[in-house]
C-alpha cells in the first residue's frame, strides 16, 4: 500500500512505539504486516527462512523513515531459534507485547503422497510454532500488564479446497490453540485472537494457485466481487493488535469477502 492509500485508514496512537514480532514477515501477508506496523510507529522485529527479502524489507522500510524493522534469519520449524529470536528482539527493541504468528506453507500434496517427515513437517511449519512463540512472551506480557496474541489461521478449513490435509488440520487447530490460550492468558491482560484470511492475492497466490478455475470459484463464491489482498487482512491485524480492540478475545475474525 502507498502512502496515499495510508491516508484513507484508521491511525492507532497506541501502536506508535509497541514492540511487535512477527514470524514470516519477508514475503506475503508477513510483509505487510511489518509494513504496516512499522507505519503505525511500532517497533518490529520479524524472522523468515528468505534471508534477502527480510534484509531488503528492512532497509525499504528505514528508507520510508518508518522505524527500522529488525529482520532475524530463522526457521520456525527451529522452536529452540524462534524462541531465541523473541529473546534477541525484546532484549534490543524492548519487552514484545504484539505477537503475530504467520509463518505458514501451503504447498499441495495428494493425500496418497503424504508421509510421516512430510505430515510432521507440514504441522511444524504451520502450527507448532505458535504455541512456543506465544509461550516465549507470556512472561513479558504479564509483566508489562498485558498484550496481543494474533494467530492467523485459513479459510481452507471451513470450504472446499483439496490437496491441503496437513495444511488444513493445522490450521483447524490454531482455531483451538486460538481459544485455550485466550482462557488460560486472560487473566493476565493477554488477549489471544485468531484471523481467518479469505483468498488473498499475495505473489505466491498469483504465481501458482490463482488460475481462471480458481478466479471463477472466487467470483462464485465471496459475497463482495473484489479480489482481497494483503492490506485488507493487515488492517483486522492492527485493530488487533491495538488497544482499540481491549475487550475482544478468543475470538475467530474473518476476512474473506464473504465466502464463509
Not at 55 to 71: D, V
Not at 209 to 222: F, H, L, Y
Request: one cysteine or more; a negative charge.
Amino acid at each position: 500500500m502507498n502512502s496515499d492509500q495510508q491516508k484513507q485508514f484508521a491511525r492507532y496512537p497506541s501502536l506508535v512505539d509497541r514492540v511487535a514480532f512477527v514470524s514470516g514477515g519477508a514475503t506475503g501477508l508477513g510483509k505487510e504486516f511489518v509494513e504496516q506496523l512499522a507505519a503505525q510507529g511500532s517497533r518490529v522485529a520479524f524472522i523468515d527462512i528468505a534471508r534477502e527479502k527480510g534484509e531488503a524489507l528492512a532497509a525499504q522500510i528505514a528508507e520510508r523513515g518508518h522505524p527500522a524493522p529488525l529482520f532475524l534469519p530463522c526457521d520456525v520449524r527451529d522452536v529452540p531459534a524462534v524462541q531465541d529470536a523473541i529473546r534477541q528482539a525484546a532484549e534490543r527493541l524492548g519487552p514484545i507485547t504484539v505477537l503475530v504468528n504467520n509463518a505458514a506453507n501451503d504447498t499441495r500434496h495428494k493425500v496418497s503422497d503424504v508421509d510421516l517427515a512430510m505430515w510432521d513437517d507440514s504441522m511444524a511449519v504451520n502450527v507448532r510454532h505458535h504455541f512456543f512463540a506465544a509461550q516465549a512472551v507470556t512472561d513479558m506480557m504479564r509483566e508489562t500488564g498485558g498484550g496481543s496474541i494474533i494467530n492467523l489461521g485459513s479459510i481452507s478449513a471451513h470450504i472446499d479446497l483439496l490437496d491441503l490435509p496437513g495444511y488444513i488440520t493445522a490450521k483447524a487447530g490454531i482455531e483451538g490453540l486460538t481459544r485455550t490460550l485466550a482462557r488460560e492468558l486472560g487473566p493476565h491482560g493477554i488477549r489471544v485472537n485468531c484471523i481467518i484470511p479469505g483468498w488473498v492475492m499475495t505473489d505466491r497466490q498469483l504465481e501458482q494457485w490463482v488460475t481462471p478455475e480458481a478466479e471463477a470459484s472466487i467470483e462464485r463464491n465471496q459475497c463482495l466481487p473484489h479480489k482481497l489482498y494483503p492490506d485488507d487482512v493487515a488492517r483486522m491485524m492492527l485493530w488487533l493488535a491495538a488497544d482499540d480492540s481491549r475487550s475482544c478475545t478468543a475470538q475467530l475474525w474473518v476476512v474473506d469477502g464473504g465466502w464463509m
